[in-house]
């Protein structure tokens, strides 16, 4: 669990492109990808974790699911940008590369290029973090 409490919006990649919500958001559900979310936290959740201004969390692929003005985002992986390990995300992005190559059936390949898509995102968050210190 990242954050569990109001936000003012909610920004996040998904498989049909960046998803901007809002307060009132239609019911929905689609894929997220590989990237970044984007929430501007607020009320007595965001004030208890010491929450203010937008934040910034790095996802791996999972689901979003927006029902009766609640929003859920389930993903396999979910990472700060200050806790990502740059280097060992460069490394990841190596090996991916590497199978890629490698990679015989379309199942493998598409495993792989996830793999990649993952530590690109998480190379991008890491070089994020940088620029906001």
Same mark, same amino acid.
């Given at each position: 669990m990242v954050y569990d409490g109001d936000a003012l919006s909610v920004t996040l990649p998904t498989t049909e492109g960046s998803v901007g919500i809002l307060a009132q958001h239609s019911n929905l559900i689609m894929a997220v990808i590989p990237g970044t979310i984007e929430y501007v936290p607020y009320g007595k959740a965001a004030q208890e974790a010491g929450l203010?201004? $937008?934040?910034?969390?790095i996802v791996s692929d999972g689901l979003l699911k927006v029902e009766n003005g609640e929003v859920?985002?389930?993903?396999?992986t979910a990472? $700060?940008?200050?806790d990502i390990d740059e280097a060992r995300a460069r490394r990841a992005e190596e090996q991916a590369r590497e199978d890629l190559k490698h990679a015989n059936t379309n199942r493998d390949q598409a495993m792989v290029e996830a793999e990649l898509s993952r530590a690109l995102s998480r190379i991008k968050g890491a070089t994020k973090k940088h620029r906001l210190k």
């Open positions: 203010s201004g $937008r934040q910034t969390i859920m985002i389930l993903v396999d990472e $700060r940008p200050e």
